[in-house]
């Protein structure tokens, strides 16, 4: 039953309808954005999984120079060595490789001579690259590749030059070419000097304090009391927890330090 003689008061079911139309076209405009949000999400999942398949391929240039093109695979044995396995057929010891790319990582070898024993051993160790640039800095691969972890500046060349120790003698050289760098590793080396001293400083002050840490006088017997007396400084008696504060004071300027030659590296590169 409608109510038609008032219909200010009891509406005439138009009002109504409208609204639940409007509801309707706003379900329907939702479910379409919900079907084109889904289909863009498919589209671009697709074609970043296009352009890594159809990535650069792997590469890998032989001691002797020859380059080859195809699949890389870096083999970790349960020794630790490492070994390469070229399209799933061919296998190259570090000591054949020169360079390669594997996931678009790149790698070098390093060709080492020890003496154990008046013994020369020689071994190859795997570089992996960090650092892209004029300057380029090296990590060495030790464990399983996948488990990389942390990143350590193992390794520098310079201009594709002969691999050197990542040190601070090693970079001033290579740097001293541009004033910028040299001045960063310059203001480093000064920091591990610092560090340096104060860690020194904290290891004698330790040592003595441990020395000096009974009371320079034997205990008293008075009556049934056993007393010490301790006429010592505040400073002589606490020589090994002050040491303590300078060693952990000391840790500051060297990790600015060492973070100072990272730094001198990236300025390097940016010319």
């Known amino acids: ?57 792997d590469s890998l240039t032989l001691a002797n120079g020859e380059a080859l093109t195809g699949k890389v695979r870096l083999i970790t044995l349960s020794t630790g060595n490492h070994y390469i396995k070229f399209n799933d057929q061919k296998r190259y010891e570090l000591k054949e490789i020169k360079s390669f790319t594997n996931h678009q990582q790149y790698f070098i070898t390093l060709k080492t001579l020890h003496v154990i024993n008046k013994k020369p051993i020689f071994e190859t160790l795997l570089l992996r690259r960090i650092v892209r640039g004029d300057i380029e800095v090296y990590s060495e691969v ?28 090693n970079l001033a050289e290579a740097l001293k070419d541009r004033p910028n760098s040299y001045k960063v590793i310059k203001k480093g080396k000064r920091l ?29 017997i008075v009556g049934f009391k056993i007393t010490t007396v301790d006429n010592r400084s505040f400073f002589t008696r606490n020589k090994a927890f002050i040491g303590a504060g300078v060693a952990l004071a000391a840790s500051l300027p060297m990790l600015l330090s060492a973070n100072n030659l990272i730094k001198a590296v990236k300025l390097y590169n940016k010319k």
């Open 142 to 169: 030790k464990n399983n590749p996948e488990n990389l972890g942390s990143p350590s500046y193992d390794y520098f060349r310079k201009l594709n030059g002969t691999p050197q120790k990542f040190n601070y003698n």
């Open 1 to 57: 039953m409608e109510f038609r003689l008032f219909p200010h008061i009891f509406g005439n079911g138009r009002g109504t309808e409208k609204k639940n139309q409007s509801y309707e076209d706003f379900r329907k405009m939702r479910r379409r954005a919900a079907g084109f949000t889904a289909l863009a999400i498919y589209f671009l999942w697709g074609l970043a999984t296009v352009c890594a398949q159809n990535g650069p391929p």
């Open 192 to 220: 591990r000097k610092i560090g340096t001293g104060l860690l020194f400083s904290s290891i004698v002050l330790m040592t003595v304090g441990v020395a000096q840490s009974f009371p320079s006088k034997p205990p008293e």
